[in-house]
């Protein structure tokens, strides 16, 4: 292990992966990275997707992670004014650092915030309002996690691109491929119904320990976390008239 920082051996490690599997783009999940990594993207025409620090605001997810009651996200004893003056400084610090990368595509201002809350409008409305002062040539998202559907989520509207979360034989359907299947098509098809917008799957796939092999489905084994990938790509491939682009999770990691 080389630590947490930056690190430009590491660099040309990764981007190699990358490269080997074919891959042109990646989000900054869930922080700007250092400079040099952008400054590498720009030489190599790898596409970036680039997001702030605004991970999980969203604390019925985290209440359930820690067995809590849950609690309003957006309140003012909880995520407030003061929280949004923090995260929209966060994004004109963004903007202003990486704005002249010319392979910064789309600015990314949260992951998986509570998208169906009550006060979740109130609290992005602004900072999309300011993102797009701050630069009105890129388009914006946030990523959607799978507790805001077509029916609940709240903010949708007010992005450019729908990007979502979603582990279909993994958190949900897990060990059922051919119902995870099913859903993710559902998925996308209900999103692509009711938005004329580009949609970008930002996270999916299955954990795996590696070295694990096992006969059928069985979740945390390789072969697992193989056909969870295929049959995704299987609903991507189907779905490309929809510009449906996807981005899996924990990649290069060694899962």
């Not at 660099?11 to 990275?33: C, E, K, V």
């Not at 680039?50 to 991970?55: H, L, M, R, S």
């Not at 392979?103 to 979740?120: C, H, Q, R």
Request: charged residues 25%.
């Amino acid at each position: 292990m080389r630590g947490k920082g930056h690190d430009s051996a590491y660099i040309i490690h990764d981007f190699q992966l990358m490269q080997w599997i074919g891959a042109n783009s990646f989000r900054t999940s869930h922080y700007p990275y250092a400079e040099e990594v952008l400054e590498y993207t720009d030489r190599h025409g790898v596409v970036v997707i680039n997001e702030t620090a605004a991970v999980r605001l969203n604390l019925t997810i985290v209440a359930g992670l820690f067995g809590h009651k849950p609690i309003s996200t957006f309140s003012p004893e909880t995520m407030n004014d003061e929280t949004r003056a923090a995260h929209a400084q966060a994004i004109r610090e963004l903007i202003a650092r990486d704005k002249n990368h010319p392979i910064v595509v789309i600015w990314a201002i949260a992951n998986e915030p509570a998208a169906s809350e009550p006060g979740v409008r109130e609290y992005m409305e602004p900072l999309v309002k300011l993102n797009r002062e701050l630069d009105p040539t890129r388009p914006i998202c946030f990523v959607n996690e799978n507790q805001a559907n077509i029916h609940t989520d709240l903010i949708a509207d007010l992005f450019d691109v729908i990007c979502f979360n979603r582990y279909y034989g993994w958190y949900l359907n897990t060990g059922d491929l051919e119902e995870a299947e099913r859903g993710l098509e559902e998925c996308l098809r209900s999103w692509e119904g009711k938005y004329d917008k580009p949609i970008i799957m930002t996270e999916y796939g299955a954990d795996t320990m590696a070295g694990l092999h096992t006969m059928g489905d069985i979740p945390w084994s390789e072969e697992y976390q193989s056909r969870v990938l295929e049959m995704s790509h299987r609903v991507f491939d189907r779905e490309r008239r929809w510009r449906a682009s996807m981005e899996f999770c924990r990649f290069p990691d060694s899962v």
